[in-house]
T-cell receptor, first 113, second 113 residues
């Protein structure tokens, strides 16, 4: 089992809809989670973090964390064509002095005008 | 602030040639990272440096060496390039103990023929 799993997509949603991106992780003691966005041909960029169970909202983005079920989600409300990108889930592990960060392979989102 | 810069942006090497990828950050971050990104494989950590003067192997270190020249600069060297090292290479940096919040450079697209 991969440490961090994401559906590669593409996930296609119409403009204005809610896009739901999911990520599951295997290390039960993982404490910290981050979402990155990567446009085609560009480098990953930070979107938002979540550390506690529940929802965290930042503008049109909502991160959801369920540690019991070991999944983290990213909801994008009122999706725009400019949201079309690959979204990477990053999970911070718990072993050793360096807190290992594992990235998922990403879910490609396509927002259709 | 330039953030994280990488040179070169593109490079084509023949098998067996060597080269050094350069990375510099101006955010006064202690931690720096080198990743490679391949289709379907996600971001894989090659080496990281938690602070000036220290380096550690990541997930895929074979065939690479690194130098943390000073706090700003972290270079990646391919001593004898192989076609399997064809990839996009990203350098990133973060504050100490904030490994999830990584800032990425624009990447180097390397092709080994």
């Amino acid at each position: 089992q991969k440490e961090v799993e994401q559906n590669s997509g593409p996930l296609s949603v119409p403009e204005g809809a809610i896009a739901s991106l999911n990520c599951t992780y295997s290390d039960r003691v993982s404490q910290s989670f981050f979402w990155y966005r990567q446009y085609s041909g560009k480098s990953p960029e930070l979107i938002m973090s979540i550390y506690s169970n529940g929802d965290k909202e930042d503008g049109r983005f909502t991160a959801q964390l369920n540690k019991a079920s070991q999944y983290v989600s990213l909801l994008i409300r009122d999706s725009q064509p400019s949201d079309s990108a690959t979204y990477l889930c990053a999970v911070r592990g718990s072993s050793g002095g360096y807190q290992k960060v594992t990235f998922g392979t990403g879910t490609k989102l396509q927002v259709i005008p | 602030n330039a953030g994280v810069t990488q040179t070169p942006k593109f490079q084509v090497l023949k098998t067996g040639q060597s080269m050094t990828l350069q990375c510099a950050q101006d955010m006064n971050h202690n931690s720096m990272y080198w990743y490679r990104q391949d289709p379907g494989m996600g971001l894989r950590l090659i080496y990281y440096s938690a602070s000036e003067g220290t380096t550690d192997k990541g997930e895929v270190p074979n065939g690479y060496n690194v130098s943390r020249l000073n706090k700003r600069e972290f270079s990646l060297r391919l001593e004898s390039a192989a076609p399997s090292q064809t990839s996009v290479y990203f350098c990133a940096s973060s504050e100490r103990d904030r490994e999830l919040e990584q800032y990425f450079g624009p990447g180097t697209r390397l092709t080994v023929t």
